[in-house]
């Protein structure tokens, strides 16, 4: 995967045999953009690849063309990858390339959450220098090209070389201007429980983006964006993805130009932030990992899944096999004492399920969500032998235990505010405005990472804790510190999301055997810089099976099934209403790290006996399921969104279990098929439904098949009318292939 310099064409050339990406050094000193795409061959020149005018009234001006890391102020009016404001205040800068230097491996990112090499062999590092002769500020621009991920991590360093103080006012991490803007745009967009639906739209002149200013990545936009051309489906076809290894404020934004080209850029949004860099100062971007298919949206997936599960994720969990949990949250909520627990936890033991998760409520005087976040130290009321005392007795009932913990906030009524007022979030003077009856701790102070470092490592070391879920149930408003300067408050929201990777890293590494499971309301935190640190992430606090089809399918298109926490719980769900069939509700959430969020001692004998068998069934095909690829085939938001159908395949092609759910049953289907992808078409595989049926369905499936016939000619999924009237709605089959 070499990173070649071309010293006549003055052109720089990243490579593997997937990708290639082209930089050249201008006339003018800058760093053009030549090419990011399809790999291309080593030791050519592509120097010519730059040509073409540069037409209208920008001429007159100079030809600013594709640039790498575009700068305000020069005659180039699309948006900018970075603004420094001078000591004078003027902000045009004039950057020209200064040097580059390639090296093996990949280095950190001070206090920035990155991918990943294991060993130097795995990926090449290009730095190149901009820097602007009159004010001194430099760009350090860093592409890490991977021998084997069809991607490109880039970020950035801002320094500060002048005499004077500047302010960064935008650093994006990175910026690619495409050659064409016939793109289609997808972005994972919603809202608190219906989050990272696929919305899409063509590009269109002018700006388009997605972003937060909320202090984290958000439910209502995913720190990614793809682009794809119109003909692209799953299977076929170019698509571009950017994803934003960061949790806070985020923009992600195309510009089409007059002339028909697109600008992207990504990086922590410009709106609220700046950052003061004193002489010799740096300041780094987080990093923008950019995958490049052209074998469509699905290949593009397969490199986030396997780049993001295998060299983003670490600790000794990234390849564990993650345990069947169940969550007392919605069977007990508030409402619990030791006996109860134990008994919840003695009837999910007793089902197989291998971890018990206490929930909120076990702290301060917690009997709802309106005080105590801050006091962690259990609630003698409810757990007399405190947290140990009842982690020894569940784990006496043969069960793992787990622990939920929303460190960033507190409540007004806890002693923690009542002791450090100003360790909320606010402007001294002006209200604070709350959230779920709740503060959010000023964690871009030192002072109180530290203390919450304390605090909570007693908790995780007083106790066997195997599990932690990591909550953070509101945002960030009047944001604001009283620790910084009035001229450093534009740093608050990234000071802030440092202070939480810092917290992070350290109890991640105090105590690297707990599984961390990062969560904000559900899917309100899901970026790939708290993958991280914790391998998985609640996807959304919408546990039913209906909603949860668009949201597990939105997710997978940028993070893998490893991460995608998936819980069956009860009817009617508690957030919508609706009562679907147990065995819907596991079929969709094999998918993902599986789970329960119900009350076991509430469930009826045949239910019991339903779930014992798919916490066996999903602890047999774990690995599969947890790591294998990922192939998304009928999506709920194609047509009239009523079917899905999706399947896991291992690595060797010998093992799959595919999926198939029909929202509203409807009357005379005709004889559908359902055609695999990702098989081997050599091989012969015996095909199952799970569970065992003997319907007219199940049984002509049932039987040896190849793959390619399973590939062109597909699964049958309606056979007699009878049948189809019996089934009712909101319906799962699955089906279960392995190699003769
Ligand atoms: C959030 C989480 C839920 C649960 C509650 C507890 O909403 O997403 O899973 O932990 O908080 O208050």
């Known amino acids: 995967m070499p990173i070649e310099w071309d010293a006549e064409g003055r052109v720089l050339h990243l490579r593997n045999d997937r990708i290639s990406c082209l930089l050249r050094i201008q006339e003018d000193g800058s760093l053009g953009h030549l090419y990011f795409g399809r790999s291309l061959a080593p030791a050519r020149s592509y120097a010519h690849l730059s040509g073409g005018e540069f037409r209208g009234f920008g001429n007159r001006l100079g030809?600013?063309?594709?640039?790498?890391?575009?700068?305000?102020?020069?005659?180039?009016?699309?948006?900018?990858?970075?603004?420094?404001?001078?000591?004078?205040?003027?902000?045009?800068?004039?950057?020209?390339?200064?040097?580059?230097?390639?090296?093996?491996?990949?280095?950190?990112?001070?206090?920035?959450?990155?991918?990943y090499v294991e060993a130097d062999g795995e990926a090449d590092t290009l730095e190149v220098t901009l820097r602007d002769e009159v004010g001194g500020v430099e760009a350090h621009l860093l592409y890490t090209v991977f021998a084997d991920h069809a991607a490109i991590a880039r970020s950035a360093r801002i320094v500060n070389r002048g005499d004077g103080v500047v302010r960064v006012r935008t650093a994006m991490s990175a910026s690619l201007d495409l050659g064409d803007a016939d793109w289609v745009m997808d972005q994972l967009s919603g809202t608190w429980a219906r989050e990272r639906h696929v919305v899409s739209r063509r590009l269109v002149p002018g700006r388009q983006s997605i972003s937060s200013r909320r202090g984290s990545s958000g439910h209502e936009h995913n720190p990614f964006l793809l682009l794809r051309r119109t003909s692209t489906t799953e299977e076929h076809g170019?698509?571009?993805?950017?994803?934003?290894?960061?949790?806070?404020?985020?923009?992600a934004e195309a510009e089409v130009d007059p002339f028909g080209s697109a600008r992207v850029r990504i990086g922590i949004h410009p709106e609220e932030f700046t950052?003061?860099?004193?002489?010799?100062?740096?300041?780094?971007?987080?990093?923008?990992?950019?995958?490049?298919?052209?074998?469509?949206?699905?290949?593009?997936?397969?490199?986030?899944?396997?780049?993001?599960?295998?060299?983003?994720?670490?600790?000794?969990?990234?390849?564990?096999?993650?345990?069947?949990?169940?969550?007392?949250?919605?069977?007990?909520?508030?409402?619990?004492?030791?006996?109860?627990?134990?008994?919840?936890?003695?009837?999910?033991?007793?089902?197989?399920?291998?971890?018990?998760?206490?929930?909120?409520?076990?702290?301060?005087?917690?009997?709802?969500?309106?005080?105590?976040?801050?006091?962690?130290?259990?609630?003698?009321?409810?757990?007399?032998?405190?947290?140990?005392?009842?982690?020894?007795?569940?784990?006496?009932?043969?069960?793992?235990?787990?622990?939920?913990?929303?460190?960033?906030?507190?409540?007004?009524?806890?002693?923690?505010?009542?002791?450090?007022?100003?360790?909320a979030v606010g402007v001294p003077g002006r209200p604070r405005t709350e959230g779920r009856n709740q503060y959010v701790l000023d964690l871009s102070r030192p002072d109180v990472v530290e203390h919450l470092d304390a605090v909570l490592s007693?908790?995780?070391?007083?106790?066997?804790?195997?599990?932690?879920?990591?909550?953070?149930?509101?945002?960030?408003?009047?944001?604001?510190?009283?620790?910084?300067?009035?001229?450093?408050?534009?740093?608050?929201?990234?000071?802030?999301?440092?202070?939480?990777?810092?917290?992070?890293?350290?109890?991640?590494?105090?105590?690297?055997?707990?599984?961390?499971?990062?969560?904000?309301?559900?899917?309100?935190?899901?970026?790939?810089?708290?993958l991280a640190f914790a391998p998985q992430a609640w996807t959304s606090d919408d546990t039913d099976a209906v909603e949860r089809l668009p949201i597990q399918w939105g997710t997978s298109i940028a993070y893998p099934l490893s991460a995608i926490a998936a819980h069956v719980s009860a009817v009617p769900n508690h957030q919508v209403g609706r009562v679907t069939p147990l065995s819907t509700r596991a079929a969709v959430a094999f998918f993902g790290v599986f789970g329960y969020e119900l009350d076991p001692t509430a469930l009826p004998d045949a239910e019991r006996d339903e779930v014992a068998r798919q916490v066996g069934f999903y602890v047999a095909h774990r690995e599969l399921f947890q790591r294998g690829r990922f192939v998304r085939l009928v999506g709920p938001f194609d047509g009239d969104g009523n079917e899905t159908a999706w399947m896991v395949v291992s690595p060797e092609r010998r093992s799959a279990v595919v999926g198939h759910y029909?929202?509203?049953n409807r009357p005379s289907p005709g004889p559908a098929r359902l055609r695999l992808r990702g098989l081997d078409p050599a091989i012969t595989y015996d095909v199952a439904a799970w569970p065992a049926s003997d319907d007219t369905v199940a049984r002509l499936n049932r039987g040896p098949r190849g793959g390619d016939e399973l590939m062109a000619a597909g699964l049958l999924l309606d056979a007699t009318r009878g049948e189809v009237t019996a089934r009712g709605d909101f319906q799962a089959r699955l089906f279960v292939l392995e190699a003769r």
């Open 238 to 251: 170019e698509a571009l993805g950017f994803s934003l290894v960061y949790s806070g404020n985020f923009l």
């Open 63 to 115: 030809e600013p063309g594709r640039l790498e890391y575009p700068v305000p102020g020069g005659g180039d009016y699309r948006v900018p990858a970075l603004v420094v404001e001078q000591p004078d205040g003027s902000a045009a800068l004039r950057l020209e390339y200064a040097g580059h230097e390639i090296t093996r491996g990949k280095p950190e990112i001070p206090g920035l959450p990155a991918t």
């Open 458 to 530: 007693k908790v995780l070391s007083g106790a066997p804790v195997s599990y932690v879920k990591w909550d953070m149930n509101r945002v960030i408003t009047e944001p604001y510190s009283v620790a910084l300067p009035p001229e450093r408050q534009g740093e608050f929201f990234h000071r802030y999301i440092l202070g939480v990777y810092e917290l992070y890293r350290r109890l991640t590494t105090r105590f690297p055997e707990i599984l961390f499971e990062s969560c904000a309301g559900g899917g309100g935190r899901f970026d790939p810089g708290l």
């Open 275 to 423: 950052w003061t860099l004193e002489p010799g100062a740096e300041f780094a971007t987080p990093e923008a990992v950019l995958v490049y298919s052209d074998a469509g949206i699905g290949a593009l997936s397969d490199t986030y899944h396997r780049l993001y599960r295998e060299r983003l994720a670490r600790g000794p969990w990234r390849d564990r096999p993650r345990p069947v949990l169940l969550n007392s949250w919605e069977g007990a909520y508030f409402d619990f004492d030791e006996e109860r627990l134990v008994q919840m936890a003695t009837a999910a033991a007793a089902l197989g399920i291998e971890l018990f998760v206490l929930d909120d409520g076990w702290f301060g005087h917690r009997d709802a969500d309106t005080s105590s976040l801050g006091d962690w130290f259990a609630d003698r009321r409810k757990l007399p032998d405190g947290i140990a005392g009842l982690a020894r007795r569940v784990e006496a009932a043969g069960i793992r235990f787990g622990l939920w913990i929303e460190p960033e906030m507190v409540s007004r009524d806890s002693d923690l505010f009542r002791a450090h007022p100003d360790w």
């Open 662 to 664: 029909r929202v509203l």
